[in-house]
């Protein structure tokens, strides 16, 4: 119950075409959604985040959808580009939680 | 503004010796610490976490340990290094106490045990 799924585990993507990452969790409890971005040898850093009283979020060419019914969370990366190319991971997190829960990661390659 | 650093950057250790690996964050006080690990690869798996001084939860059983001997340090530590020990090691902060205790993770620690 704690898991969170996240698809593909690749995915590779033209210059300019949309990058769209899937996670689904089973945990009601959970109650806040935060995606991580992260390059070869560093560590991941917060790229955007959600709650789920809303169903969009967006910041520049990074969108979350987020589907409460379905328990289901997506982020689009538009217009991507070749520095976009990075792992990135879904996690979830309980209110007042001290942990968040990760997906498994998704390896992006966004070729010219 | 806060940082966490880690270090070393890098470790190369032969199986059976000791490991002492440190984190330190700035500009923030009480906050949660966290040790994750990276294999090659693969995604982030929970070690330890840390609410306070002295205060330890581990999430794995294994052959590593942690420890809080101050506000903002986090150390993890092993007596006996195994090949299996090898990866990433990712430290990370959050707030405590706040509804979204989002996590900022350190640069990391690569360690190699031969």
């Known amino acids: 119950q704690q898991q969170v799924k996240q698809s593909p585990q690749s995915l590779i993507v033209q210059k300019g075409g949309i990058s769209i990452i899937n996670c689904a969790y089973e945990n009601t409890a959970f109650d806040y959604f935060p995606w991580y971005q992260q390059f070869p040898g560093k560590g991941p850093a917060l790229l955007i985040a959600?709650?789920?009283?809303?169903s969009e979020k967006k910041e520049g060419r990074f969108t979350i959808s987020f589907n409460k019914s379905a328990k289901q969370f997506s982020l689009h990366i538009m217009d991507s580009q070749p520095g976009d190319s990075a792992t990135y991971f879904c996690?979830?997190?309980?209110?007042?939680?001290?942990?968040?829960?990760f997906g498994t990661g998704t390896q992006l390659k966004v070729e010219l | 503004s806060q940082t966490i650093h880690q270090w070393p950057a890098t470790l190369v250790q032969p199986v059976g010796s000791p490991l002492s690996l440190e984190c330190t964050v700035e500009g923030t006080s009480n906050p949660n610490l966290y040790w994750y690990r990276q294999a090659a690869g693969r995604g982030l798996q929970l070690l330890f976490y840390?609410?306070?001084?002295?205060?330890i939860s581990s999430e794995v059983p294994q052959n590593l340990s942690a420890s809080r001997p101050q506000d903002r340090q986090f150390i993890l530590s092993s007596k006996k290094l195994l090949l299996s020990d090898s990866g990433f090691y990712l430290c990370?902060?959050?707030?405590?106490?706040?509804?979204?205790?989002?996590?900022?993770f350190g640069p990391g620690t690569r360690l190699l045990v031969l």
């Open positions: 990370a902060w959050s707030v405590r106490l706040r509804v979204e205790e989002t996590q900022y």
């Open positions: 959600i709650r789920p009283d809303v």
């Open positions: 996690a979830a997190l309980t209110g007042g939680g001290n942990k968040l829960t």
């Open positions: 840390s609410v306070g001084i002295g205060q």
